[in-house]
């Protein structure tokens, strides 16, 4: 289908700013344009679009279904035009960044892919990640030195003020060496075993607690604490521990067969991993670049 050429960088700007606003009067002061005209304008758009855009009422306009979606489409295209007119002014193509923070469950298979798409559909991207637990990542965020997170964080509370996209559930496992004791799923065992866990106080191991809830058994004392997914995997490949790990983080390895699952029967039902980013931030074209990868990307996991 052909772009309907009706549709005017007028209309998209008039749009997004509406959007952005909530309120025609709010987005036609900010436009320097009478309020009727926004209306107008708006009313061309749907009109092209066969489509209601908004919901009016009282206290200003919302987005309809249709105009979420446009929404989707219309603010990268705008920001794309724009980087491209300020890229040639400059007389250089600029190098884009995106400055992502993630958690340690979405380093091992979800992140990769993330990346690989970036660089497969642009040419010139610096993907900066920076690693660390949620209530760091989240502070760097609503600080303006990221711009967006990405892994298991709903349960933080320095999510407040934030916007949070789920893209898929993401549940517990317990894992092990090959050929290990515990593989005959009695879980009376545990408690021989060293147990690698997340560090206590974040979202990650209320979740891993809730398995020995669920078990009704009290977790080993010799236990590792940690969100080094490297130093986990690794440690449990040359030992007799269980790890307490979020699937996202092994299922490389059972994949492999370089570890195991424990069956005992129970599945803890996980959390929801997605996006964060700061609603108080204009957002690059990089980072929505980084965003529509993502929930490319965790197709794979729903």
């Known amino acids: 289908m052909n772009l309907d050429s009706r549709i005017k960088y007028r209309h998209l700007l008039c749009f997004i700013e509406v959007a952005r606003k909530g309120s025609l009067a709010r987005a036609a002061q900010a436009m320097s344009v009478s309020q009727p005209a926004i209306s107008k304008t708006l009313k061309e758009l749907e009109t092209v679009l066969h489509a209601s855009l908004f919901e009016r009422g009282k206290q200003g306009v919302t ?3 249709a105009g979420q979606a446009f929404l989707r489409y219309a603010g ?7 980087e491209g007119v300020r890229s040639l002014r400059a007389g250089e193509h600029e190098v ?21 798409r970036l660089h497969a559909q ?12 949620s209530a760091y990542l989240l502070g760097q965020l609503r600080g303006g030195e990221l711009d967006l997170v990405v892994g298991r964080m709903t349960d933080a509370p320095q999510i407040e003020g934030l916007s949070f996209e789920h893209l898929y559930s993401e549940s517990m496992t317990l894992v092990v060496r090959p050929g290990h004791a515990m593989l005959d799923g009695d879980p009376s065992r545990l408690a021989e075993f060293p147990l690698v866990l ?4 974040t979202t990650i191991r209320r979740h891993a607690d809730s398995l020995f809830i669920q078990l009704g058994i009290s977790q080993p004392p010799r236990r590792l604490e940690t969100l080094s997914v490297s130093l ?3 440690y449990v490949r040359v030992s007799d521990a269980v790890w307490v790990a979020p699937l996202d983080a092994v299922r490389e390895d059972l994949a492999s067969g370089e570890l195991y699952e424990v069956d005992l029967g129970i599945k803890e039902p996980g959390g929801s991993v997605g996006i964060c980013t700061n609603p108080t931030l204009q957002s690059s074209l990089a980072m929505q670049w980084c965003c529509e990868a ?4 965790a197709n794979q996991y729903r």
Do not use: K
Not at 96 to 116: K, Q
Not at 122 to 133: C, E, R
């Open 232 to 234: 986990s995997r690794h």
């Open 198 to 201: 997340p560090q206590s106080g």
């Open 63 to 65: 987005l309809t279904a």
């Open 96 to 116: 884009g960044i995106v400055r992502l923070g993630a958690l340690s469950t979405v380093e091992s298979s979800l992140l990769p892919d993330v990346v690989r």
């Open 294 to 297: 993502l929930r490319e990307a």
């Open 76 to 82: 990268p295209s705008v920001q794309a035009l724009r």
């Open 122 to 133: 642009h040419a010139a991207l610096v993907v900066s990640v920076v690693t660390g637990p």
